[in-house]
């Protein structure tokens, strides 16, 4: 019996403070009627019934007056009442805010709008949100288009909502509801990106195709139904997972043809190699090998600027990011160079400084052969490497079955002898301890990994990894890539939230490096145009229409310089 009470108490009341503020509440009534009934006819020498004492604790407590009983005679009763009166109503206000929360929050979470207030034109639709979503919008904050979120889950448009209210139109509705492609108005919309699983993108692709007239960029998991949604619409299908697979194995490879570009705006836009005119100037990554002649030099020593015209724009070292290097720095294999040079004098410099003399063959060992490792495998055995892969399951590759937290799948695939090792298994927990075994069996060992949440990061580097690649952010940066190419190409997107931009100068009246500094706070690194390659260009630098300028900032730097060249 006691137990179905509780349970029906549980029902009627399921807030478990509430419940124990009527507690305390009746506890008090009861107690404090015990005592005036017994303690009035001793203090005012008047007997009362228990419903009077009742009612008159009541009164009391809730201080709406006390009739006929007043005035009282001995003051130790007046200070009886003032004890009840505060003791009950200090009850009372705990349990009003209990019970009125849960209708004041819900009045406070206002429902997402179904529609932006007014028409939009020119904009960029993003259809679904999740991490991929957040590092797109802050790739897109750069320039002044406008931008729709549509959601259909309303507590993630809600979120989106309290988030960007200020800064872009969030539309909750459903997908397969006409009027909410209307309320976006996708007929007006440059780009339309959608993030949903591949057969809800096939459905918002076939809504939509002829609503507009659109770029429309599909982001899937499975690059396997590609033919399916350009077929059904899409012009561009895009996989995190493979650009992420490839920057990794890039990152495992340092060859004048293929360069270690960050990343993903496009993998093959950036390479170096013959056919690139010798006055452009390219900005590449450059691992510091074990085994390269510049390792445990100063940056003063290598002098490359002064010997070879490259600039040493950034540096990450041991998981750190250095933004502006010093002559003292000290490169060793924990170090990953951002150079801006020429081709013919980057092909030099990395033949000359940056060549990893080793005995042996090169080893590759890829933990995890989803999307992310088979992207890694192709990337490196087109450059040669050798590759063997640790999976789970049985793979007609060189592969060895197992996990690869294990010390003896490690060792099995020969991790020892190993010169690169890339985690990329679709679990980041997997990824941070198959790191620390490896970095323990293998102290020479290159590693780069994957991470698919923020977090992981900072703890894979603490593992010993030498880089790692967050797949959503990854993903963004190159949808980002394809909306912003007819505005600014995006170079590199710094961990700092700062970017390194190339924009053409579009206004008719020339100007110097020095004024576009001044007004838009950002930091010019290199000019190309009229026959001409600069970097590190002097303050009273010319630039004339045509040129492109190449330059480092944070979001509102760029914006600004953005908006000063398109004139």
């Known amino acids: 019996m006691p137990d179905n009470n509780r349970g029906l108490l549980a029902i009627l009341v399921p807030d478990r403070r509430l419940r124990v503020y009527f507690g305390l509440l009746a506890v008090q009534v009861i107690v404090y009627t015990i005592l005036i009934h017994y303690t009035f006819p001793l203090l ?34 007046y200070g009886i009442v003032i004890f009840i009166m505060v003791t009950g109503v200090f009850t009372v206000l705990m349990i009003v805010p209990v019970m009125l929360a ?52 309303q507590e993630k448009a809600r979120e989106v909502y309290r988030r960007y209210r200020k800064q872009l139109y969030v539309i909750w509705g459903d997908y397969s ?22 057969r809800t993108t096939a459905m918002i692709i076939l809504g939509i195709r002829e609503k507009t007239t659109g770029r429309i960029i599909a982001v899937v998991d499975d690059l396997g139904f590609d033919r399916y949604l350009r077929y059904a619409g899409a012009e561009y299908v895009l996989s995190p997972k493979n650009s992420t697979g490839k920057i990794l194995g890039r990152h495992a490879v340092l060859r004048p043809d293929v360069d270690t570009i ?148 490690l060792r099995e695939a020969h991790i020892e002898d190993a010169r690169f090792f890339i985690v990329a298994v679709n679990d980041d927990d997997v990824n941070i301890f198959a790191t620390l075994i490896a970095r323990n069996q293998n102290p020479q060992l290159r590693i780069l990994a994957r991470a698919n949440e923020t977090s992981s990061i900072d703890k894979l580097y603490r593992a ?61 690194i290199g000019i190309e145009g009229g026959g001409r390659s600069i970097i590190r260009p002097a303050q009273g630098e010319t630039v004339n229409a045509g040129d492109s300028i190449i330059a480092v900032g944070d979001i509102g730097a760029l914006r600004r310089f953005i908006r000063l060249l398109s004139g």
């Not at 849960?102 to 020119?122: K, M, Q, S």
């Not at 509801?177 to 591949?198: C, F, H, L, Q």
């Not at 490259?310 to 010093?326: E, R």
Request: hydrophobic residues 45%.
């Open 44 to 77: 005012e020498h008047r007997q009362l019934t228990w419903a009077e004492a009742l009612f008159f604790v009541v009164e009391t407590i809730t201080t709406v007056g006390y009739g006929d009983l007043l005035p009282f005679s001995s003051q130790i009763m």
């Open 102 to 153: 849960p209708y004041i929050t819900a009045l406070l979470r206002a429902t997402p709008p179904h529609r932006t207030p007014y028409e939009v034109e020119g904009h960029v639709v993003i259809i679904g949100y999740g991490e991929l979503t957040r590092a797109l919008i802050e790739s897109l904050m750069i320039i002044d288009m406008p931008i729709v979120i549509v959601e259909e889950n």
């Open 177 to 198: 509801d006409p009027a909410t492609w209307s309320n976006a108005y996708v007929k007006n919309a440059t780009n339309i990106i959608i993030g949903e699983n591949e």
């Open 262 to 409: 960050y990343e993903a705006i496009s993998l093959d836009r950036m390479k170096i190699s013959e056919d690139s005119p010798a006055s452009s100037l390219k900005l590449i990554k450059v691992p510091i090998m074990e085994g390269c002649r510049s390792s445990g030099k100063s940056l003063r020593e290598l002098a490359l600027f002064e010997r070879h015209g490259i600039d040493v724009l950034f540096f990450w070292k041991a998981g750190s990011f250095v933004m502006h290097p010093s002559g003292d720095d000290i490169i060793d294999t924990s170090t990953m160079l951002f150079l801006l040079g020429r081709p013919n004098a980057l092909n030099e410099v990395i033949e000359k400084e940056f060549r990893a003399d080793m005995p042996g063959e090169e080893l590759a060992i890829i933990a995890g052969y989803g999307d992310v490792g088979k992207a890694a495998y192709r990337e490196l055995t087109q450059s040669g490497i050798n590759c063997i892969v640790i999976d789970r399951n049985e793979q007609e590759i060189p592969f060895v079955q197992g996990n690869a937290e294990d010390e003896p799948v």
């Open 464 to 524: 010993g990894a030498d880089y790692v690649a967050l797949l959503p952010t990854i993903g963004g940066q190159v949808v980002a890539g394809i909306v912003l190419s007819d505005i600014v190409q995006v170079l590199l997107d710094l961990p700092n939230g700062q970017k390194v931009v190339m924009k053409h100068f579009m206004k008719t009246t020339p100007a110097t490096a020095g004024w576009i500094e001044r007004k838009s706070s950002v930091r010019v």
